[in-house]
């Protein structure tokens, strides 16, 4: 008994703390500035979209929220369509091979992002791409290939090796094999790795700190241009903080709908 | 001509010599079944006469072809597999004309050899559905659809029947043995069941171990095997094998008290030599003959026979086919058979004839 009352108490603590801060700049969003630092806090208060209106007066924010959307996408459709090729020959090697290999492609995952980010600024300054979305989105793209590669691996090993068998005597070549067999097999595990990539870009902020213009801005970056010499506009930040956010959220929820939705069941055995 | 042959093939994984020197013709139209336990190296065979797995030496030749460095995609043969290896997401019908699609058929005609195939095999109202919504046995039907669509020279066959249960089992087996006898192709079969071997075969080849132990005709296998491996895989319940030294100037064996008379062998034996005798359960229910006593330990009725299950005062333990009675726990009965059926093998599990 005493137990599961310790572990519900613990549950909610941690649910309080993960939860919290999501709830204050949410409500923070919809409040005027003086309900926002009343003491003691206002729990019930008249909501206002002035913050709202402040944010999407704000052209900077509306280019960055659109700077984040297409590098975001591009990056992470490039990252996942290298990544698959690449994770399908990984999977049909022999065990040995593919260990180093996997092994190249980890320490590329853990590798420190200032290792490449501070060498390619200065590149990107001298052939003057600074300002230019695909320098981006080449960057973000080459972070996320070896994410994609060691994610996609897994969804390729869950389907048979005899699917693969199966299509060379039917008399497919590799990329037919890999186009008609494997990717439609490996569909949720596809979807979820992009989402995970889109997730990953949307939320980076070093990358997109040094690499970055003016016109290349993305949401991260720009969300610190609230954080003025006269001070911090909090209701503006909150908003933005829940704009930003929410895409995330719903993409979050998808995300986990649809990995591995037993795409290979039915073909082997059961 | 030999529509497949198979010469010297030869295959190891690091120090594991899976294949070791084999040599397998199939003639053009036959029915040829790679036979051994698991681990014997018939898949493997199998997966390298198709271009699936490469051979370290040797020559495989499809007609008049030699395929041994063609990729499995040129080698014009189509596969059966144990686990059916159907493409998830297409349906039945687009499994079945994957084949056509990969060699560039036009949507046609490809229509029609599907709808040909599916009324063969009497799977059109399967058509539309997923490989997932299908039964086993339905699944292994579409399955073979998929070879049989392209009209292949060969056709391989790894272990089709293993995923299905006794019934299915039986009803699919007689399904491709009437398929082959309609079609008449060629079609090598992989299996691990000696009863699958025996019902379809045309020709067996045994394998142990990466080796050829004996090439027949399942009656061949049967009556007159070349080892006591083949001896002892072919045929249940399995054959007897008992301890016995050659007496009277090699003209007879005793085993315990029983006298075997072996005039009829060619091989003359010396006195005192230890060989093994091999019996057949179903050749120890004769009325006259070489008289063994049996110890009763289980009896298994199965309706029209029934099998004796027991220990000779030796203690080697027989089982016996019993025809007409059902000897019961602890009874002492005896068994008959005639020499002339019981097969002699040396001490190295060769057959001495």
């Given amino acids: 008994m005493g137990r599961r009352t310790l572990f519900y108490l613990g549950l909610v603590l941690l649910l309080l703390a993960v939860l919290f801060p999501l709830y204050w700049v949410i409500v923070t969003s919809f409040k005027t500035t003086r309900d926002a630092f009343a003491i003691p806090p206002v729990w019930l208060f008249s909501p206002t979209l002035d913050n709202y209106r402040t944010v999407f007066a704000n052209r900077g924010f509306l280019s960055a929220f659109a700077n984040s959307f297409i590098v975001s996408i591009l990056s992470s459709a490039l990252a996942v369509a290298v990544g698959s090729v690449a994770a399908y020959g990984l999977a049909q090697q022999p065990a040995e091979l593919r260990r180093a290999r996997e092994k190249f492609i980890l320490s590329l995952r853990i590798a420190p992002a200032l290792l490449f980010v501070i060498p390619m600024y200065y590149l990107a300054t001298r052939i003057g791409a600074l300002n230019k979305h695909w320098l981006l989105i080449a960057a973000y793209a080459f972070v996320n290939v070896p994410f994609a590669i060691s994610l996609l691996i897994t969804f390729f090993d869950d389907i048979p090796k005899e699917l693969r068998d199966a299509a060379r005597v039917d008399g497919a070549r590799e990329f037919s094999i890999f186009w008609h067999v494997y990717l439609p097999a490996a569909r949720g595990g596809i979807i979820a790795t992009l989402i995970l990539c889109v997730l990953f870009t949307w939320n980076e902020f070093f990358v997109a700190l040094v690499l970055t213009g003016r016109d290349t801005q993305t949401l991260p970056v720009s969300i610190t241009s609230f954080l003025t010499f006269q001070g911090i506009q909090w209701g503006a930040l909150t908003a933005a903080a829940t704009l930003i956010m929410l895409p995330m959220i719903v993409l979050g929820i998808l995300v986990q709908g649809q990995v591995v939705r037993g795409m290979t069941l039915g073909s082997v055995k059961g | ?353």
């Fill in chain 2, 1 to 353: 001509m030999a529509q497949l042959s198979i010469r010297s093939v030869s295959k190891s994984y690091g120090a594991v010599q899976v294949l070791d020197d084999v040599s397998v013709e199939v003639e053009e139209g036959s029915f040829v079944v790679l036979l051994g336990p698991s681990g014997c190296g018939k898949s493997t065979l199998l997966h390298a006469v198709a271009g699936l797995n490469p051979i370290d030496s040797g020559t495989i030749v499809i007609g008049d072809r030699n395929v041994t460095n063609l990729p499995a995609r040129d080698r014009d043969v189509a596969m059966v597999f144990q686990s059916y290896a159907l493409y998830p997401t297409m349906t039945v019908a687009q499994n079945i004309a994957f084949p056509l699609k990969m060699r560039g058929l036009d949507r046609r005609t490809s229509d029609e050899k599907v709808a040909g195939v599916a009324r063969l095999l009497q799977i059109e109202p399967l058509l539309a559905r997923l490989p997932r919504e299908l039964s086993g046995g339905q699944r292994q039907r579409v399955a073979i659809g998929r070879a049989l669509v392209r009209d292949p020279r060969l056709f391989l066959f790894d272990e089709p029947l293993s995923n299905l249960d006794a019934a299915l089992r039986t009803e699919l087996r007689a399904e491709i043995k009437r398929l082959h006898q309609s079609i008449r192709r060629t079609m090598v079969y992989v299996t691990h069941d000696q009863t699958e071997a025996l019902t379809l075969a045309d020709k067996i080849v045994v394998l142990k171990a990466g080796r050829i132990e004996q090439t027949g005709t399942p009656l061949s296998l049967y009556d007159d095997p070349d080892n006591a491996f083949v001896a002892g895989f072919i045929g249940t319940p399995r054959m007897n094998f008992l301890k016995a030294v050659v007496v009277d100037d090699g003209k007879a064996l005793t085993t315990g008290e029983a006298r075997v008379d072996i005039s009829h062998l060619k091989t003359k034996l010396e006195n005192g030599k230890t060989v093994t005798l091999g019996i057949r359960p179903e050749h120890l229910d004769e009325k006259q003959g070489v008289a063994l006593p049996l110890a009763v330990d289980v009896t298994e009725r199965l309706g029209s026979t029934s099998y004796v299950h027991g220990a000779l005062p030796s203690g080697e333990t027989v089982v016996a086919e019993r025809r007409e009675d059902q000897p019961r726990f602890g009874e002492t009965i005896t068994l008959r058979f005639k020499p002339g059926l019981a097969r002699v093998f040396d001490g190295d599990g060769n057959r001495i004839r």
